[in-house]
């Protein structure tokens, strides 16, 4: 029920994304999550993240119909969004050119490094131009899709709200789990604003990006932008 989509649902995705926002070429919206724990898996401090509390990172890709098309758990809490996604299946599929073609990228926030087929905003210092801020609003406001469904996840299935299980894999197949079941709602329909709750989105990191971004990524926004804005 976690399919990544072939290219002919990638075009459609991205039409869609673009009707809504005018931004081209969006076929998913990345984010994490923290899945707290009830206490911190053999007592590893690693688990801790910046609130205090012990969590896993959970790591997805939404379409524009909230479907959940990636998902990457195990991640300790105090672990940098940006180290997760650089571990991840998609990353390593991302930098080989597997998951899209190079008109098509997915889209996140300034936690991750920009590629190109990763866009991120323009980091703000207080002196961007229109167009940049122009261009980081239009992102913004298509990350809510991931946002609705990390709140429907978390909302419609809140046993993820604090998971008392202490065996590793056992934890992440359950929250794997919670991931099909959203899925499963979007598929047939269900009332998915009904259950969205997006107080429990807070992310507890919100690092900033830590690793270099690729020229090409920056070519590729600089395009997005002058062309779309």
């Known amino acids: 029920?976690?399919?990544?989509?072939?290219?002919?649902?990638?075009?459609?995705?991205?039409?869609?994304?673009?009707?809504?926002?005018?931004?081209?070429?969006?076929?998913?919206v990345l984010d994490g999550t923290h899945i707290r724990l009830a206490a911190a898996l053999g007592g590893d401090?690693?688990?801790?993240?910046?609130?205090?509390?012990?969590?896993?990172q959970l790591q997805i890709v939404v379409d524009n119909k909230l479907m959940i098309i990636s998902a990457h758990v195990g991640w300790p809490g105090c672990s940098h969004d940006a180290r997760v996604l650089r571990?991840?299946?998609?990353?390593?599929?991302?930098?080989?050119?597997?998951?899209?073609?190079?008109?098509?990228?997915?889209?996140?926030?300034?936690?991750?490094?920009?590629?190109?087929?990763?866009?991120?905003?323009?980091?703000?210092?207080?002196?961007l131009r229109n167009q940049q801020n122009r261009f980081n609003s239009v992102l913004?406001?298509?990350?809510?899709?991931?946002?609705?469904?990390?709140?429907?996840?978390?909302?419609?299935?809140?046993?993820?709200?604090?998971?008392?299980?202490?065996?590793p894999e056992v934890i992440c197949a359950f929250?794997?789990?919670?991931?099909?079941?959203?899925?499963?709602?979007?598929?047939h329909d269900e009332d998915i604003e009904e259950f969205v709750d997006v107080q429990q989105n807070h992310h507890p990191n919100r690092f900033n990006n830590i690793y270099p971004n690729a020229q090409g990524g920056v070519q590729k926004r600089q395009q997005l932008m002058n062309n779309s804005l």
């Not at 990544?4 to 926002?21: R, V």
């Open 140 to 167: 913004s406001s298509c990350r809510q899709t991931v946002e609705r469904a990390i709140g429907h996840l978390k909302g419609s299935f809140r046993r993820l709200r604090e998971i008392c299980f202490h065996d």
């Open 1 to 28: 029920m976690m399919q990544w989509p072939d290219q002919a649902t990638q075009n459609t995705i991205a039409q869609s994304f673009q009707i809504a926002s005018g931004f081209p070429g969006i076929i998913g």
């Open 87 to 127: 571990n991840s299946t998609l990353f390593t599929k991302g930098e080989n050119g597997q998951l899209m073609p190079p008109d098509l990228h997915i889209i996140a926030d300034s936690a991750y490094p920009l590629r190109p087929w990763l866009i991120t905003p323009f980091r703000d210092n207080g002196n």
């Open 175 to 187: 929250i794997i789990a919670g991931c099909i079941l959203h899925n499963l709602c979007v598929t």
């Open 45 to 56: 401090s690693d688990y801790i993240n910046r609130k205090g509390h012990p969590s896993l």
